[in-house]
């Protein structure tokens, strides 16, 4: 061999060496390529399946919120109806009540004039109340007609002495003694 051919395979084995190291990095640059691939196309199918659940998850919700709702609306318009026949009811008591009240009323006056009992008609004053405990009662003039009143303050016994003479007017109310 000779020093040319030698150098000839030398550079030629250098060639092949340097398209190696190049195929190599090559593979090398694929395979990071393909593992980069790979890894995003598990990332979107996991992201579709999360979003899928999601969306299933979403759906479910939705689908649980207007049966709940439904479920409200049809408890409160059976609540309302509750209410309105309860309302019912009572006016019927309440207007039951007054016609009892009514036909016991018209029976009273029916029973009244059959037995011949005269109305009583209310006065138009009320008669007036005074306060009698501890008031001393107001000499009054008798009259020929008229018999002297009861009165329902007690009397209270007092000497000759303790009464004022008759023609001064009496006070209304004493503490004690009355004095000269």
């Given at each position: ?6 150098e ?13 190291k ?7 640059t694929?395979?990071?390529q393909k ?21 299933e ?11 709940q709702?439904?479920?409200?609306d ?17 006016e ?12 016991a ?11 011949g ?32 009143k009861?009165s329902?303050?007690?009397?209270a ?18 503490i ?5």
């Amino acid at each position: 061999m000779t020093p040319e051919e030698f150098e000839r395979i030398k550079e030629e084995e250098k060639a092949h060496l340097r398209k190696l190291k190049e195929l190599k990095a090559a593979a090398r640059t694929l395979g990071r390529q393909k593992r980069v691939t790979d890894v995003l196309d598990r990332m979107v199918s996991a992201s579709k399946d999360v979003l899928s659940k999601s969306e299933e998850l979403v759906d479910k919700l939705l689908h649980d919120t207007a049966h709940q709702e439904a479920r409200l609306d049809i408890a409160l318009e059976s609540a309302a109806e509750r209410d309105a026949q309860r309302k019912a009811q009572e006016e019927l008591a309440q207007a039951e009540e007054e016609l009892a009240k009514a036909k016991a009323r018209a029976t009273l006056e029916q029973m009244k004039q059959q037995l011949g009992v005269p109305e009583a008609r209310p006065s138009a004053a009320p008669a007036s109340v005074e306060k009698t405990i501890g008031a001393v009662p107001k000499p009054s003039a008798p009259s020929a007609t008229s018999a002297p009143k009861a009165s329902s303050a007690p009397v209270a016994r007092t000497s000759s002495a303790d009464t004022p003479p008759a023609d001064e007017p009496l006070p209304e109310k004493t503490i004690g003694r009355m004095r000269k």
